[in-house]
């Protein structure tokens, strides 16, 4: 894997390895609340990349995956293209507004979908070695569920190392309050990641916050002290479980 910023591109002068077929992930950001990605690939990366540097202004760092042995060839690149898009849109970790349609696996020899599978779970090992998480998918081993139900909304959401998650199909405040500190970036997190089903909004996907008092906030639409607000099925507030437990 070569790990190259925009700002850096005559690096690729330098490398001939760039130059034959090659699968790779364009990251950075845009207006949303998201991450963007693009993702491609290309029998030349040197030469692909002029025309993203052209067409493309969200970018601003490169992952670009080649094979260190014999050089894959178009079908390969294409079966990992086709993998990572399909892996990427289940995650919903970044938006990718220019990967509109998920494309058709190519024909490929059984023996070789097989290597490309296994090259494809290396793809997957190095992009999130590198920080890139757009193919994880939020999974604790076990879930301690909490619930909130306040303003019309009813979620539930669970805790853990990356933050609380609120799950999806839980249902969120509509109205955000007039004292509320982010109106704007609610709004932008319910554009992004609600449907109105029966007239309410009920989150699309799972949706991973900074703090419990954050989510808590986003689901009732007011500021609010999420390790209260959050209880389990037995009435424990999330400080109970996890806080008073190191008294």
Sequence with gaps: MFVIPRSNLAYLNEQSKLQKPAFYILTGEDESTKPQAYIGETENFRERVKDHETK????QKALIFISKGADMTKADVQYLEYRAISEAKKADKFVLNENKQTPKAPNLPEYQK???????EDVKFLASFSGCTIFEITQPKEKHLFHAEN???KATGFYSATGFT???GSTVAAETTPSFAWKEKRKSLIQEYTTIKNGKLVLNSDKTFNSPSTAASFCIGRSCNGWTIWTDDNGQTLDSVYRKQLE
Excluded: A, G, L
């Design 166 to 168: 609120v799950m999806k």
């Design 114 to 120: 097989d290597s490309m599978d296994e090259f494809f």
């Design 56 to 59: 493309k202004s969200f970018w």
């Design 151 to 153: 303003r019309n909304c």
